[in-house]
Nanobody, 121 residues
Framework: QVQFVESGGGLVQPGGSLRLSCVVS????????IGWFRQAPGKERERVAC????????YYGDFVKGRFTATRDNAKHTVYLQMNSLKPEDTGVYYC??????????????WGQGTQVTVSS
């Protein structure tokens, strides 16, 4: 059974930083692309970033604009999302997800429960 344990969310002021973590278990995560998604109230879910399996290519949503960095540590089965220069519009529930293949261009079949990120003064 595939499981994701997401952590690192919270309340932060505009301009601040957060680092999200996602520990993956139940399959050989290094063989799968892992993505970060977010959903704000009343809005559709959007992809924030995705890292393909090793050797990994990383893709970001246009709105990231150099503020976020996604990395993965296959030895720890963990994926990270470092978020800097946070804005109020970055508020939402952030989800970790995985494809059943190595590519970020495949459907994401496995999803975590999400962690809340709130950017507010």
């Amino acid at each position: 059974q595939v499981q994701f344990v997401e952590s690192g969310g919270g309340l932060v002021q505009p301009g601040g930083s957060l680092r999200l973590s996602c520990v993956v278990s139940g399959f050989t995560s290094e063989r799968h692309a892992i993505g970060w998604f977010r959903q704000a109230p009343g809005k559709e879910r959007e992809r924030v970033a995705c890292i393909s399996s090793s050797p990994g290519s990383t893709y970001y949503g246009d709105f990231v604009k150099g503020r976020f960095t996604a990395t993965r540590d296959n030895a720890k089965h963990t994926v990270y999302l470092q978020m800097n220069s946070l804005k109020p519009e970055d508020t939402g529930v952030y989800y970790c997800a995985a494809t059943s293949r190595s590519s970020c261009h495949k459907p994401f079949d496995y999803w975590g429960q999400g962690t809340q990120v709130t950017v507010s003064s």
